[in-house]
């Protein structure tokens, strides 16, 4: 029996190893193994078992890694599928579908003693008052972890080792899970009445579920899985809908993923999803995975999904390679967010990477959005997804008004730039006194963008980055957002030539509209939630729970507080600098203004009292920000698919970009010259390709590097992936020069 194995560093190719007879009942697919790799050990997971091998004088496994396989074949399948698609190393795409705390050699539970009452045969020994009032206890408990006890009698060890002694109880080891939301208190709810909108939806999904269950029962073989698109605007209840399509899932003896984006995974998402399925016949432990788990928390809340126990997981974008089986339905919520797509080699987005996998396993895919991706939309007009709509919210809620402020004529009037318009002040003031509460986003922390001198013209730039560094009050000092460099703020121009003391800082951010509220609403309880106030991962859950309690009347914050979040208390929603997206050097910078736009102006209305949004911007009559105002996507689908057709731009066309970087310039400039030229002599003849570049990168230097891009469009992205994967490998780059491919990138930066 021989094992092909794919080593955890990355060498692009298996390796066959002998599986030694003592070992052979415990080797799979999907197995974790220690084996000899030169004069090392090196860890690796079993990609196949086959008889024979080309290769003789084959050295032996070492050692099994775990009891039971941690890559099932169809995700290990999914990780072939992603390495070949996303240029980069098998070894690098299997690494990202297993969590760094499941891939340790030793496995990672956590033990505690417990104390279990035993079955007492014959007459109770006797017993000192301190040993009887502790027996009371235990046998209440009938079992109690050991420190628990101690601290509830005020007792020590070795009292409770008597017991033990006289045969009453025992002291054994036990696996404690760590759960991140043992001590919420989660209370079962039951399924919601859905309006028509709602159930026509539910019925199309069940739909899809029953007829692949059919299929399934029938052929005992892969079905052909729909994908269906969600458009529901914000408050239009996708969430009930989802609830109602996992519990059909659960019904059918399948599992489910649920993807939210990382901002959006508060606790009250969490809290909705556990406490449908706390109780009742579809009642199933439901895992969560995300960034802010320990890697303890992350350990066995990846297991309770390998054993069955977890047949529902909610997460981040790494969630989709959950080990759900058999799985039924995938559901990615906000399908448009950009956090889907993973920044460092493997460059996957778990949009995709799901509807692959949906395909694969026969599982339904959900993609919904108020603000769906212009890729998804495009893909509901080819035919390739199906459309669901639900225009109108639930309960029929009206949707905000929006008011669009010129802030040009505001700051004529006020001789100045205002931070709020007299339009925003006044609602402000209108909120405070009903008791209603207000939600204000600015996607710019800090205090002032730059720093300027008025007088000689310098601006602070960081030492390591081609951007302005960012002024904060608070710290007295200026950061750079992209490297992290700081420096202390200077009292006067840093210009040895001028030395002027009438610096100023130009711009505005999160710190310095907090201090305006403060100034203009003395009595007024207000927050702030940006990455500058939130050190502890317990301050995020901590402010959302006091807004939604009332006690804050106006919360200030970025991205953050942009979408998830249900407040029907909230009635006005103010956006800061609304077309601050605009001005980015990226083709997607109108449809993220849109989304942005639209999705904030969302959490306004949600309850009794109507919605406001006010909108302030310098440009209020760009298309981004007209359409968003009138919650008209279709308008904005349809006028912005007519410039990407014309410059051949995504979804019209996939993108492939590559980014060069070094600490020297020239280097970095002729190793991109020199893959331009390389690339047209393999690719030429090529039919629908555009090559565009090098050029310097948007963010030309970023942590000392230079950058330089060449971005490929072309429709065929599969073909050319592997191209490009077998050309940068076959290349040899100046040492301190290194190349990064990105297939289907979100951000050109």
């Given at each position: 029996?021989?094992?092909?194995?794919?080593?955890?560093?990355?060498?692009?190719?298996?390796?066959?190893?002998?599986?030694?007879?003592?070992?052979?009942?415990?080797?799979?697919?999907?197995?974790?193994?220690?084996?000899?790799?030169?004069?090392?050990?090196?860890?690796?997971?079993?990609?196949?078992?086959?008889?024979?091998?080309?290769?003789?004088?084959?050295?032996?496994?070492?050692?099994?890694?775990?009891?039971?396989?941690?890559?099932?074949?169809?995700?290990?399948?999914?990780?072939?599928?992603?390495?070949?698609?996303?240029?980069?190393?098998?070894?690098?795409?299997?690494?990202?579908?297993?969590?760094?705390?499941?891939?340790?050699?030793?496995?990672?539970?956590?033990?505690?003693?417990?104390?279990?009452?035993?079955?007492?045969?014959?007459?109770?020994?006797?017993?000192?008052?301190?040993?009887?009032?502790?027996?009371?206890?235990?046998?209440?408990?009938?079992?109690?972890?050991?420190?628990?006890?101690?601290?509830?009698?005020?007792?020590?060890?070795?009292?409770?080792?008597?017991?033990?002694?006289?045969?009453?109880?025992?002291?054994?080891?036990?696996?404690?899970?760590?759960?991140?939301?043992?001590?919420?208190?989660?209370?079962?709810?039951?399924?919601?009445?859905?309006?028509?909108?709602?159930?026509?939806?539910?019925?199309?999904?069940?739909?899809?579920?029953?007829?692949?269950?059919?299929?399934?029962?029938?052929?005992?073989?892969?079905?052909?899985?729909?994908?269906?698109?969600?458009?529901?605007?914000?408050?239009?209840?996708?969430?009930?809908?989802?609830?109602?399509?996992?519990?059909?899932?659960?019904?059918?003896?399948?599992?489910?993923?649920?993807?939210?984006?990382?901002?959006?995974?508060?606790?009250?998402?969490?809290?909705?999803?556990?406490?449908?399925?706390?109780?009742?016949?579809?009642?199933?432990?439901?895992?969560?995975?995300?960034?802010?788990?320990?890697?303890?928390?992350?350990?066995?809340?990846?297991?309770?999904?390998?054993?069955?126990?977890?047949?529902?997981?909610?997460?981040?974008?790494?969630?989709?390679?959950?080990?759900?089986?058999?799985?039924?339905?995938?559901?990615?919520?906000?399908?448009?967010?950009?956090?889907?797509?993973?920044?460092?080699?493997?460059?996957?987005?778990?949009?995709?990477?799901?509807?692959?996998?949906?395909?694969?396993?026969?599982?339904?895919?959900?993609?919904?959005?108020?603000?769906?991706?212009?890729?998804?939309?495009y893909n509901v007009k080819r035919g390739k997804y199906q459309l669901l709509e639900m225009p109108t919210r639930a309960d029929d809620k009206q949707m905000p008004v929006?008011?669009?402020?010129?802030?040009?004529?505001?700051?004529?009037?006020?001789?100045?730039?205002?931070?709020?318009?007299?339009?925003?002040?006044?609602?402000?003031?209108?909120?405070?006194?009903?008791?209603?509460?207000?939600?204000?986003?600015?996607?710019?922390?800090?205090?002032?963008?730059?720093?300027?001198?008025?007088?000689?013209?310098?601006?602070?730039?960081?030492?390591n980055c081609s951007v302005s560094l960012t002024y904060h009050r608070r710290a007295q000092e200026l950061r750079c957002h992209t490297c992290g460099h700081f420096a202390?703020?200077?009292?006067?121009?840093?210009?040895?030539e001028c030395r002027d003391p009438a610096i100023r800082y130009a711009g505005l951010g999160t710190e310095r509209v907090e201090e305006t509220l403060v100034k203009l609403?003395?009595?007024?309880?207000?927050?702030?939630?940006?990455?500058?106030?939130?050190?502890?991962?317990?301050?995020?859950?901590?402010?959302?729970?006091?807004?939604?309690?009332?006690?804050?009347?106006?919360?200030?914050?970025?991205?953050?507080?942009?979408?998830?979040?249900?407040?029907?208390?909230?009635?006005?929603?103010?956006?800061?600098?609304?077309?601050?997206?605009?001005?980015?050097?990226?083709?997607?910078?109108?449809?993220?203004?849109?989304?942005?736009?639209?999705?904030?102006?969302?959490?306004?209305?949600?309850?009794?009292?109507?919605?406001?949004?006010?909108?302030?911007?310098?440009?209020?009559?760009?298309?981004?920000?007209?359409?968003?105002?009138?919650?008209?996507?279709?308008?904005?689908?349809?006028?912005?698919?007519?410039?990407?057709?014309?410059?051949?731009?995504?979804?019209?066309?996939?993108?492939?970009?590559?980014?060069?970087?070094?600490?020297?310039?020239?280097?970095?400039?002729?190793?991109?010259?020199?893959?331009?030229?390389?690339?047209?002599?393999?690719?030429?003849?090529?039919?629908?390709?555009?090559?565009?570049?090098?050029?310097?990168?948007?963010?030309?230097?970023?942590?000392?590097?230079?950058?330089?891009?060449?971005?490929?469009?072309?429709?065929?992205?599969?073909?050319?992936?592997?191209?490009?994967?077998?050309?940068?490998?076959?290349?040899?780059?100046?040492?301190?020069?290194?190349?990064?491919?990105?297939?289907?990138?979100?951000?050109?930066?």
């Open positions: 029996m021989i094992a092909r194995v794919t080593l955890e560093i990355a060498l692009r190719r298996e390796f066959d190893y002998l599986v030694p007879s003592e070992l052979e009942g415990q080797v799979e697919v999907g197995t974790r193994v220690k084996v000899p790799f030169g004069p090392r050990q090196v860890m690796g997971v079993v990609t196949a078992v086959v008889d024979e091998s080309p290769h003789t004088n084959l050295r032996a496994i070492a050692k099994v890694i775990g009891r039971q396989s941690l890559v099932t074949p169809k995700v290990l399948q999914l990780a072939r599928w992603i390495g070949e698609y996303y240029c980069c190393a098998p070894e690098t795409a299997l690494k990202s579908v297993l969590p760094e705390a499941v891939r340790k050699e030793q496995e990672g539970w956590r033990e505690r003693l417990v104390v279990r009452l035993l079955q007492i045969h014959g007459e109770m020994p006797k017993l000192t008052k301190r040993q009887q009032d502790l027996w009371n206890i235990i046998e209440e408990w009938r079992e109690i972890p050991l420190q628990k006890l101690i601290e509830l009698a005020g007792t020590t060890g070795d009292t409770v080792r008597r017991l033990e002694d006289k045969g009453l109880i025992v002291i054994e080891n036990q696996i404690s899970e760590r759960d991140p939301y043992e001590h919420e208190n989660i209370l079962p709810t039951e399924k919601l009445v859905l309006n028509v909108e709602q159930t026509t939806a539910l019925a199309a999904i069940n739909g899809a579920l029953d007829k692949l269950n059919e299929e399934g029962r029938t052929k005992n073989a892969e079905g052909k899985a729909d994908t269906f698109l969600l458009h529901g605007v914000t408050g239009s209840g996708k969430t009930e809908v989802y609830l109602q399509a996992l519990a059909h899932t659960l019904e059918q003896g399948k599992g489910a993923i649920v993807l939210v984006p990382e901002i959006s995974l508060t606790p009250q998402t969490v809290e909705r999803f556990k406490a449908r399925f706390s109780s009742g016949k579809c009642q199933t432990l439901v895992a969560v995975l995300h960034s802010h788990l320990s890697s303890g928390e992350r350990h066995d809340e990846w297991h309770k999904i390998r054993q069955g126990r977890a047949r529902i997981v909610i997460g981040a974008r790494s969630a989709i390679f959950a080990p759900v089986e058999p799985l039924g339905l995938i559901i990615v919520d906000e399908e448009h967010e950009y956090s889907y797509k993973q920044e460092e080699s493997p460059r996957y987005h778990a949009r995709d990477v799901a509807v692959y996998r949906g395909q694969k396993e026969g599982a339904v895919v959900v993609l919904g959005s108020a603000t769906p991706s212009m890729e998804s939309y929006v008011r669009v402020i010129d802030m040009r004529s505001e700051a004529k009037k006020e001789k100045g730039i205002p931070v709020f318009s007299n339009r925003l002040k006044e609602a402000m003031h209108q909120r405070l006194e009903k008791k209603e509460q207000t939600i204000l986003f600015l996607n710019r922390r800090g205090y002032s963008s730059s720093l300027q001198c008025p007088k000689c013209g310098y601006v602070a730039e960081c030492p202390p703020a200077p009292v006067r121009c840093p210009n040895n609403f003395p009595k007024a309880v207000i927050r702030r939630m940006d990455s500058d106030t939130l050190k502890r991962k317990e301050d995020y859950r901590t402010i959302l729970g006091e807004f939604r309690r009332g006690k804050i009347d106006i919360l200030v914050g970025t991205q953050m507080i942009a979408k998830g979040l249900h407040f029907p208390n909230v009635t006005l929603v103010g956006i800061i600098h609304a077309d601050l997206g605009l001005h980015m050097p990226d083709f997607r910078a109108g449809e993220r203004t849109f989304q942005l736009l639209t999705q904030v102006s969302g959490r306004a209305g949600r309850g009794d009292v109507e919605g406001e949004v006010v909108v302030q911007a310098f440009t209020p009559f760009h298309p981004a920000i007209q359409y968003a105002r009138r919650h008209d996507y279709v308008g904005f689908y349809e006028q912005e698919i007519e410039f990407r057709e014309q410059l051949k731009y995504p979804p019209l066309t996939r993108v492939a970009l590559l980014t060069m970087k070094g600490r020297n310039e020239d280097k970095v400039k002729f190793s991109a010259d020199h893959l331009r030229n390389e690339l047209e002599k393999r690719l030429k003849g090529w039919p629908d390709l555009v090559i565009a570049g090098p050029a310097a990168a948007p963010l030309a230097r970023a942590e000392t590097f230079y950058r330089y891009q060449i971005m490929l469009r072309t429709r065929a992205m599969s073909k050319l992936s592997k191209i490009l994967a077998e050309m940068l490998m076959a290349q040899e780059w100046p040492d301190d020069v290194t190349v990064a491919t990105d297939i289907d990138p979100v951000d050109l930066i």
